[in-house]
């Protein structure tokens, strides 16, 4: 395969006359010269000078010999001219200016980059958003009337603005284009050198202008890196500029467009391959390149139309690809360390002194800090978790004995009243951060220097500028910021695997070639446009629409295929989420031209058994078990079991808690240790007296601010004034109140006298067949007795019914979870009565979310008294239930649940 640059070369060197000492190559990109300088050295076998080989932007610099301005510089040059433009009545705030300014400026670009004349074009632009704005009444607003003024003074302002950056040796991109095409004359002038143009495609206005006058004046030629093909086809977008320019330039009447190679005729391996998500596209790279030599390896380029597939692929390339040249760089923005600052950034957001947990604890969780301050930080955490911290003050957070840690803190989290002295704070922490040894932190470390080097950018434009003093606006500045910053990978061009966008493929050929996401949306990329310019406006000062930007991929994507001999191409078949589901239309269009068939890939799912854990008893397990035998299982602990034995297992024997968190919302149990609290608190005087009506009516006036001081001790620290958390103190305050209106119903047909409150009760399980002791254990809630009659009452914050403390079958009691309340509440009965008299007792349930239903008896059948008989039969499923769990040749096995 010879390539593009090879057939330029050997053009050139046909011609005797042709020196290289006397030419300047002009190609698209930095890295397509490279390859041109590695191949001249290939080609010439004598001694000479290497010549100049510039890039278009290099070559336009050289030209104007201005400094070229970047967005963020342009977008302050311009507002400092807008200030002095606009009058103040119509002046905006920086921060307001931001907004519009980077689609102005766009759109400056667009207009300087075509040569369009600025006075005319904004003057027409202006008429037409006098035409097309909103207020149709005859009389105008001042809103409207100031916006169609804003329009009438953009002539002004473009001028204003690109005469002061002229004057300081300054300007944008396309002001620098503009400036090339009218300094081309003279430059040429003071410059003896020939120019070869390569592998260019679509050229602006200004481009056009500059090369066609080196045309004219035999100072140089141009190379279309095009296949004849494409050439001939006049409906073929590929083809859609140069064809053009054939057309119109005055060069091409006198020296015909000849010599164009057909390549893409020749026999290629194309496979059109439809895989879901870019992990799955990235596993299937991995296959196609697992299979392909070392040599070929070499001549493989992997083009990533979506940079979010960089990360994944690279943690998928099989082990035979030993080199790779990453041409695209990593985004600063993608980096570990950008999630610190982002988290820093929103601190500042806060208006009041108190930091909100998830803030604190994402810092404090962050591995770069942690890397530094491990224990200090692990030891804080904990701190906010115990005390249910939600909104934490920052002397708590400072109040910490390391004193670096300390001032870390205090650089994090200080609320800063200006942008200068955030950024010392930041460039601060990142001081900070570089405590670790550089050899054995790399990567870290130089992640580190770009971020210190972009937030010292923005505090060299901070001392020159005194417009941003607001950090909300510093954070949209660093953010575009970080969008143009990336991580250079090392890497040889012209060794191993490339991997690269697909702009950095331009006048490069390779054998291989793997195109990823190739999807409608990200190839072409669709009509997004970022500009003020209507579409009828750009037509007809011939601004580039989505049309033309649609022919530029179709020229990329097609350039590749050209001299390429093995071509995948893959795209998301995936029908959900961003970029997914339709192929692209280049896909279409080459199983049109080349009557190929797209294949499906889906990737190699194992399939899963469903098969439930066991966990058999080993002789460490029973000990454990007797131990906990010994010690008294509790109602819960029972029931834990029979909803799930692997349940058990896991709290019981193996000790594992669930991670204790900031609680934000009240939970479900903390409200119903709320609610119990609150009612042991105010019943206690009454423990051992009969109550009435009066005594309830007392109760109810201090009920809330019982609640409210149950709250602030189980809740601890964390606000219940606003938000989801009122609303579940109204709900407990709600729940006292029905309870206490309950209790008063109750009082006015029996009598009530309370027993006990919160007793923990504890009684041996007599068994037979163990040689240990087994007890039970537990804490009843209330114990009264109504009309004589005791009551074992268990509380429940959530629904229950009658239904559910009702004993159909007691085959099931010990088995089958849905009977647990009616269980938990057998235990407790097995707990209080003892050997006493059975049948003056009853249990049951009062649910707080069904109190309309009162007290839910236990019941077997219509039998609401608990009997001798009932607790015979109990103990016989206790007993099997204990021996189950402690006999060791049963496992414990899982349950679905």
């Keep these: 395969m010879k390539t593009f640059i090879e057939e330029t070369l050997d053009t050139l060197l046909s011609n005797p006359d042709f020196n290289f000492e006397k030419t300047t190559f002009i190609l698209p990109s930095k890295r397509a010269g490279s390859f041109l300088k590695e191949k001249i050295k290939s080609k010439v076998h004598t001694t000479i000078f290497m010549p100049e080989v510039l890039s278009t932007e290099d070559f336009i610099a050289q030209i ?66 006098d035409i097309n704005h909103w207020s149709k009444s005859e009389n105008q607003t001042d809103l409207v009337k100031n916006y169609l003024w804003f ?156 940079e979010g597939l960089l990360p994944v692929l690279l943690n998928s390339l099989p082990e035979n690809v030993e080199k790779i040249n990453i041409t695209m760089g990593l985004p600063l923005g993608d980096t570990p360390l950008a999630s610190l600052f982002e988290s820093l950034f929103k601190i500042q957001e806060r208006e009041e002194d108190q930091l909100y947990f998830k803030w604190v604890l994402e810092v404090l969780k962050h591995p770069f800090v942690l890397q530094i301050f491990a224990l200090e930080s692990e030891q804080l955490q904990k701190e906010i978790i115990a005390s249910n911290l939600v909104f934490i003050s920052l002397n708590k957070i400072k109040s910490v004995e390391n004193s670096a840690f300390s001032e870390f803190l205090n650089q994090a989290f200080q609320l800063h009243q200006s942008t200068k002295s955030f950024i010392q704070a930041m460039l601060n922490i990142i001081q900070v951060l570089r405590g670790k040894e550089v050899d054995n932190y790399a990567l870290e470390t130089e992640y580190l220097f770009h971020f210190n080097a972009l937030f010292v950018q923005l505090k060299n434009i901070l001392e020159e500028q005194s417009t941003v003093d607001h950090i909300k606006v510093l954070y949209k500045i660093y953010r575009d910021s970080l969008t143009t910053k990336s991580l250079d990978f090392a890497g040889s061009p012209f060794d191993g695997l490339q991997l690269m966008g697909m702009l950095e493929t331009r006048v490069i050929d390779y054998k291989n070639v793997i195109l990823t996401s190739v999807n409608e949306g990200v190839l072409p990329a669709g009509k997004s446009s970022n500009s003020f310019i209507p579409y009828d406006l750009k037509k007809e000062y011939g601004l580039p629409t989505y049309k033309e930007k649609d022919a530029v991929y179709t ?87 029979i909803r799930n034995p692997l349940d058990f297992y896991k709290r019981y024997v193996l000790g594992i808690k669930e991670e204790q968190e900031v609680e934000e919302t009240v939970a479900a149990n903390t409200l119903g240790t709320i609610i119990h609290d609150s009612l042991e608190q105010m019943f206690l005087p009454f423990v051992g007296k009969e109550i009435c009506k ?133 235990c407790y009965a097995k707990m209080i009565l003892k050997d006493e008299d059975f049948d003056k007792a009853q249990g049951g349930i009062i649910s707080f979310k069904n109190l309309k239903s ?42 679905e649940v």
Excluded: C
């Design 151 to 306: 329009w009438k003074q953009l002539p002004e302002l473009y001028k204003n603005f690109t005469h002061r950056i002229i004057e300081d040796g300054k300007a944008y991109q396309g002001l620098m284009y503009r400036e090339a095409s009218e300094k081309i004359v003279s430059y040429l002038e003071e410059n003896t050198q020939d120019y070869i143009f390569i592998g260019f495609n679509a050229l602006n206005t200004a481009e056009q202008k500059l090369i066609q006058y080196i045309l004219k004046q035999n100072r140089g030629k141009i190379f279309w890196d095009l296949d004849e093909v494409f050439y001939q086809n006049s409906n073929h977008e590929a083809s859609l500029f140069v064809r053009n320019y054939v057309k119109k330039w005055d060069y091409f009447k006198e020296n015909p467009l000849k010599g164009l190679p057909r390549n893409y005729e020749q026999p290629k391996n194309i496979q059109l391959t439809g895989i879901p998500k870019n992990i799955g596209q990235a596993k299937y790279i991995a296959q196609i390149l697992k299979d392909l030599p070392a040599e070929e390896i070499k001549q493989t380029a992997v083009v990533l139309n979506d």
């Design 64 to 129: 104007t010999q201005l400094i070229p301005l970047d967005n963020t510089g342009s977008i302050f040059e311009l507002y400092q001219t807008y200030v002095q433009t606009i009058d103040k009545e119509h002046q905006e705030s920086f921060d307001s200016f931001y907004a519009w300014a980077q689609t102005l400026i766009y759109d400056f670009n667009e207009i300087d980059r075509y040569l369009i004349d600025a006075d005319h074009f904004f003057n027409y632009l202006s008429r037409i958003q």
């Design 694 to 826: 009066e005594d309830v009516e007392k109760l109810v006036k201090t009920s809330d601010d019982e609640v409210l001081k149950q709250f602030k001790k189980v809740y601890k620290n964390a606000p219940i004034h606003k938000g989801k958390n009122l609303l579940i103190h109204e709900v407990a305050k709600r729940y006292l109140h029905n309870f206490f209106q309950f209790q008063k119903n109750e009082l006015t047909q029996h009598s009530v006298q309370i027993i006990s409150l919160e007793a923990e009760e504890k009684i041996q399980v007599e068994i037979p067949q163990l040689q240990i002791p087994v007890f039970i254990k537990g804490k009843v809630d209330r114990l009264d007795s109504l009309d004589g009659i005791k009551r074992i009452i268990d509380y429940k914050t959530g629904k229950v019914e009658a239904k559910d403390v009702t004993i159909k079958d007691w085959n099931l009691l010990g088995t089958d979870y849905k009977f647990s309340k009616a269980f938990q509440v057998l």
């Design 854 to 895: 009162g007290f839910l008896e236990l019941k077997e059948g219509k039998e609401t008294l608990i009997s001798k008989e009932m607790m015979i039969q109990f103990d016989e499923v206790l007993q099997n239930l204990i021996l189950e769990i402690l006999n060791p040749e049963i496992p414990f096995k899982e349950k």
């Design 555 to 641: 020229y990329h994507f097609y350039r590749l295929m050209q001299r390429a001999e093995n071509i995948h191409i893959l795209y998301n078949t995936e029908q959900d989420g961003l970029n997914a589901g339709e192929k692209s239309r280049f896909i279409t269009q080459l199983e049109v031209e080349k009557k190929l068939e797209s294949t499906f890939v889906n990737p190699k799912v194992p399939s899963i058994s469903s098969q439930l854990l066991e966990i058999e008893k080993t002789p460490a397990v029973i000990k454990k078990l007797e131990k906990q035998a010994a010690y008294g299982f509790s109602p819960s602990a029972l029931t834990t079991y």
